[in-house]
């Protein structure tokens, strides 16, 4: 047992201990989700339905619910179902959820993958760039602007931005981000501009002054002194000392961000009607419907496991110190 | 001081009237320095932590940190006037010119990069004119020169190999001058004195001169040629540093002296009065005044200038010539309890493991009340287990520990409240002890409310007087851990122990951290406490002098054993174990000031 465990690399067991983690996180948030919906005061099915519900319909969802069984067993039902890719059945409109969601999902990941590839490098630049002019009127200016953004709600930039460009000043492009149910996005692409926009500035001062403090942190530690006095020309100084010991920091910044992105789309689509997940689970917070607001705050969770696992696995592997035991 | 002709080709540094100063111009960090080097030659700079040195060191690389910057005066280095040049010049010319070497090498190492590529840098800036490799380069140092510690990365390395990674960069571009910080501050004493000898033969070898910072006279005494006394941004002495060591004309080289513990003296050390100035020089009086005992009121009238009290020996002081006042070095030995007092602590067969490790094997040893035992060894020998073991503190540890007549359990939280005030264990880090959230006077405090039935209104006066015994200012008692420097910290760890009055107290390498004068106050506080309270002391610590210093017995370590014990002075001037004889060997000593010629020449001492 123990020749076994040494003679696998102290970065696998490292790297293997967080997806364990990150297993058991995940299995705890099912239980989180779960749970906060479904144990209810009273009777679930009276919640779902409203007061008015006559008596045939309740003991219908009752069925459907299988509220007669105990929690426990509901929840490893459940859970085995989502496991196994059965996402149950909305109680709207009795539709399979996978294939509600399914459409919703791939609409909020372009809106993520829109917004990430533009802001990160741009903020990430700009943050590198503010901090090694740390201090002079370019940072200054940078600074404010980013604490100006950061200090406004984001439906407020939303909103602000459809009177600019949609309504009031110009009308360049749609107020709403509605698609017909069924037609992609990439079908009227003007749709994602405002959407992409407004969380683009959601995130960017936040990524901006996190890149640009862990990049003076580096830029004011000993190292970079030291490689100020070994006379090294600054282009070295600042690619091969500086930026790699960034780099680590920097990706649990765009971690936290993507993680917080996906919860800001929800406020996002539903003030611009854009079909993502988040206005998903609006509606079906609306309309109670449980089995969705299960399954879509789950994927919401998951994602944001996935996201952190990622980020710390990555940051194993930069990291000289985490990546190797001693010589 | 004197004047220098600014082209004297054969000097390879010369600075003038130099001033350091911060940018709103309100404090002036380095004042007047002047100063010379040939080819080959080491001045030792010393002076307590504040005084100056890393400023002056980092300015004669033409570099000053965020806020400050040169005031005035001329930095020449090999034909090149550094304090001239504008930026892209100066870091062409550092690394090339001029090299560094800093501080704490775990910290100005770039943890991303491997040694290689580090080392590898230095070597391209010199250009293709010479072959040196990287093999070579790491040889000079003593290093392997392997892939395999080319290829590590710095958190793999031991402090000493990291410093010696450090010196190995500095020597590679084979510069005109050297810039040392402090660099075996925090290595033990046998790193340190290779470190000391590498630096020393390859200055010779390759006519390197070098500036070597520290705040222990006893290190430079075994370095350099020449040694400059740094008080408030000002050299007050500086000469041959036999002639500054043996025959100090300024009345805070002296208390410097005083301050450190020498390995081949018995005597006692004696802290520095007063509070260390907070930077900057005095521009009207001499900045000395407050701590001198000799100031007449003409030193509050002129800076004093520099002086030559014998050639090439100069001393800023007014009083310098006064001979009268100087005494001897007080040669007071820590008085022996003997055996009339009654045992307090008695080991027998202490054995401790971490997990299947065993670390300590049959410890048996006896402290009697009021005496000081001191425990030496080199590191990784077990001293730290054996003081946490006593301590309580670490749970794996079997054999008999018996306290004044009963039987101690391993574990602090399985032993009485007396028998937790009565033993107290002040650590390395003063972090351990203080909660990093709290006021330290709150910290402090906190060991009261714990331990002993002192009513809450008495708290504050007495928390105060802790503060006043270990010469830590009231205002500390609002301040939290982080504010604080290293030594008020360490300062204040040691407030928290003594404030319950203990019997018992066990001091872990407590001031390895600290400035030889914080050192030397703190050493004065544990005689004192020692002599008039009877306080029983385990003192641990890898500097022989400082033990030798204070305690009346010593246990040496080695590999978990005690392989020698006996009265300090017998041990230490008659060692039977070979690792004794090594720490010995390895202590920077006064007696080893370098241009020992120079005294018979001058006929001083
Ligand atoms: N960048 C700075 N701006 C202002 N004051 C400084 C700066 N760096 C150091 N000081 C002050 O200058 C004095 C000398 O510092 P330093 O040269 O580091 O002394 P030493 O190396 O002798 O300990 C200290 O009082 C310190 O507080
Ligand atoms: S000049 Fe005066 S105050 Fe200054 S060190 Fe000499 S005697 Fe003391
Ligand atoms: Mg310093």
């Known amino acids: ?55 045939t319909a309740l003991q219908a969802l009752r069925e459907q619910l299988h509220l007669d069984e105990p929690v426990a067993a509901r929840y490893w039902h459940w859970l085995v179902n989502i496991c196994t890719g059965d996402f149950g059945t909305s109680l709207v409109n009795g539709r399979p959820i996978a294939e509600l969601v399914a459409s919703r999902l791939m609409n909020s990941a372009v809106l ?82 405002l959407p992409t926009l407004t969380l683009g500035l959601v995130s960017f001062p936040y990524i901006f002054r996190m890149i640009r403090a862990t990049m003076i942190d580096v830029l004011e530690s000993d190292y970079m002194e030291m490689a100020t006095l070994k006379g090294l020309p600054r282009w070295r100084m600042t690619f091969v000392h500086a930026l790699p010991n960034a780099v680590a920091p920097a990706i649990q910044v765009v971690a936290l961000m993507l993680a917080y992105l996906a919860g800001g789309t929800v406020m996002i689509e539903y003030v611009f009607g854009y079909a993502g997940l988040g206005q998903g689970l609006m509606n079906a917070i609306q309309s109670r419907d449980m089995p969705v607001i299960q399954v879509i705050v789950l994927l919401l969770a998951a994602f944001y496991v996935l996201v952190n696992l990622a980020a710390d696995i990555v940051t194993i592997l930069v990291t000289p110190k985490l990546r190797t035991g001693t010589w | 001081m ?36 040939l080819p080959g030659e080491i001045l030792g700079v010393v002076g307590e932590s504040g005084s100056g040195k890393t400023t002056l060191g980092l300015a004669l690389l033409g570099h000053c940190r965020r806020g400050l910057r040169i005031g005035a005066g001329t930095i020449r280095v090999g034909g090149e006037l550094l304090s001239d040049k504008g930026p892209s010049e100066l870091q062409r010319l550092r690394g090339r010119l001029v090299c560094y070497v800093p501080q704490d090498p775990a910290t100005a190492l770039n943890p991303a990069l491997r040694i290689r590529t580090q080392l590898a840098e230095c070597l391209d800036k010199n250009g293709s004119g010479r072959n040196i490799s990287l093999e070579d380069l790491l040889e000079d140092v003593m290093l392997p020169s392997g892939a395999g510690f080319l290829h590590a990365f710095p958190h793999q390395l031991s402090g000493g190999q990291l410093q010696r990674v ?11 001058l050297i810039v040392m910080d402090e660099p075996t501050t925090g290595l033990d004493v046998s790193t340190q004195s290779h470190v000391l000898k590498t630096v020393r033969r390859l200055c010779e070898s390759h006519r390197v001169a070098a500036v070597y910072v520290s705040h222990d006279i006893a290190v430079v005494a075994s370095i350099a040629n020449r040694t400059a006394v740094v008080y408030a941004g000002r050299i007050v002495e500086m000469g041959p540093t036999a002639s500054v060591l043996f025959d100090p004309s300024h009345p805070y080289t002296r208390a410097l002296i005083r301050a450190v513990p020498d390995i081949d003296s018995t005597a006692t050390v004696s802290g ?9 020089a005095d521009l009207k009086r001499c900045s000395f005044v407050p701590r001198c005992a000799l100031a007449v009121p003409a030193c509050r009238a002129t800076v004093p200038p520099a002086v030559p009290v014998r050639p090439g020996h100069e001393v800023r002081c007014l009083r310098a010539a006064d001979r009268e006042h100087i005494h001897e070095r007080s040669r007071l030995l820590p008085e022996e309890t003997g055996s009339r007092s009654n045992t307090l602590l008695d080991v027998r067969q202490l054995t401790a493991s971490h997990g299947n490790a065993k670390i300590l094997h049959d410890i048996t040893f006896k402290i009697r009340a009021g005496e000081c035992v001191g425990v030496v060894g080199t590191s990784g020998s077990g001293k730290t287990t054996l003081a946490r073991s006593l301590a ?19 574990g602090t939280r399985n032993r009485d409240a007396d028998a937790r005030r009565s033993i107290q264990y002040i650590f390395q880090s003063p972090y351990g002890s203080l909660n990093p959230r709290r006021s330290i006077g709150a910290s402090v405090a906190t060991a009261l409310s714990q331990l002993t039935t002192v009513p809450a209104a008495e708290r504050r006066a007495r928390v105060l007087k802790a503060f006043d015994q270990v010469a830590l200012p009231a205002s ?36 390895s951290a600290l400035d030889v004068s914080v050192q030397a106050r703190i050493m004065e506080l544990l005689g004192e406490l020692q002599r008039e309270h009877g306080l029983t002391m385990l003192f641990v610590s890898h500097n022989l002098a400082v033990v030798r210093s204070i305690a009346q017995r010593v246990l040496v370590m080695q590999h978990g054993r005690i392989v020698e014990s006996g009265l300090t002075e017998a041990v230490l001037t008659n060692p039977s174990a070979a690792v ?26």
């Open chain 1, 1 to 55: 047992m123990l020749k076994f465990t040494s003679a696998i690399s102290p970065l696998m067991t490292l790297i293997c201990r967080r997806i364990a983690f990150g297993a058991l996180t995940l299995l705890i948030l099912s239980m989180l989700v779960f749970f906060a919906t479904e144990i209810l005061p009273g009777d679930a099915a009276r919640v779902v339905l409203g007061r008015a519900a006559n008596e």
């Open chain 1, 112 to 193: 993520l993958v829109l917004t990430t590839g533009l802001t990160i490098p741009l903020a990430v630049g700009l943050g590198v760039f503010a901090a090694l002019r740390r201090g002079r009127r370019s940072d200054s200016f940078l600074s404010v602007a980013a604490l100006v953004v950061a200090s406004l709600p984001e439906f407020v930039i939303g909103i602000g931005l459809i009177i600019v460009f949609a309504t009031v000043v110009v009308q360049w492009l749609p107020p709403v981000s509605m698609v017909p149910p069924g037609t992609s996005v990439f079908a009227r692409p003007l749709v994602l501009v």
């Open chain 2, 2 to 37: 004197q004047l220098i002709d600014p082209c004297d080709e054969t000097r390879t540094v010369s600075v003038k009237n130099l001033r350091v100063e911060t940018t709103d111009n309100l404090k002036q960090l380095v004042e007047d320095v002047s100063l010379e080097l």
């Open chain 2, 166 to 176: 450090a010196i190995a960069m500095a020597f590679a571009a084979r510069p005109r």
């Open chain 2, 272 to 280: 520095l009065a007063g509070q260390a100035p907070d930077g900057g």
């Open chain 2, 392 to 410: 309580g503190l670490h749970e794996d540890a079997r054999g008999q520990v018996i306290y004044r007549d009963s039987e101690l359990v391993s």
């Open chain 2, 476 to 511: 500390a008692i609002d301040r939290f851990p982080h504010e604080l420097s290293g030594g008020q910290r360490q300062r204040a760890a040691i407030a928290r122990a003594l404030i319950v009055d203990p019997d018992f107290l066990i001091c872990d390498e407590i001031t």
């Open chain 2, 580 to 605: 004794t004889r090594q720490l010995l060997q390895d202590a920077p000593r006064f007696s080893c000031a370098r241009s020992a010629e120079y005294l018979e020449e001058h006929d001083v001492v």
